[in-house]
């Protein structure tokens, strides 16, 4: 079965980094595009970042785009979410997803990890 688990996730004070990081199994790593979702506390879960399989071309949401990077490493099996000038508004569960393949911010992922936590405190 395909299994996502994430780290790095922790608590650091605004305008800090983190690069949180996602290692993916029981999958062919390059048939599926890799991205992260989070959820805050009584709030709806929200698309994050996403990179095609293909051609590695990535997606952002509005609120992290200019901050956040997402890269994959094809020989690890890894994705990673680089995180630069953290926002408290950033706290929330990161979720790595996985599926077939994306094409923009609305994406549907199949497959889900167990989430990190990523706090902010101002």
């Known amino acids: 079965q395909v299994h996502l688990v994430e780290s790095g996730g922790g608590s650091v004070q605004a305008g800090e980094s983190l690069r949180p990081s996602c290692v993916a199994s029981?999958?062919?790593?390059?048939?599926?595009?890799m991205g992260w979702f989070r959820q805050a506390p009584g709030k709806e879960r929200e698309f994050v970042a996403a990179?095609?399989?293909?051609?590695?071309?990535?997606y952002y949401a509005d609120g992290v785009k200019g901050r956040f990077t997402i890269s994959r490493d094809s020989l690890k099996k890894m994705v990673y979410l680089q995180m630069n000038n953290l926002k408290p508004e950033d706290t929330a569960v990161y979720y790595c997803?996985?599926?077939?393949?994306?094409?923009?911010?609305?994406?549907?992922?199949?497959?889900w990890g167990q989430g990190t936590q990523v706090t902010v405190s101002s």
């Open positions: 990179i095609r399989w293909s051609d590695t071309i990535t």
């Open positions: 997803a996985a599926g077939y393949n994306v094409y923009g911010t609305n994406w549907s992922p199949t497959y």
């Open positions: 029981g999958m062919t790593f390059l048939a599926y595009a």
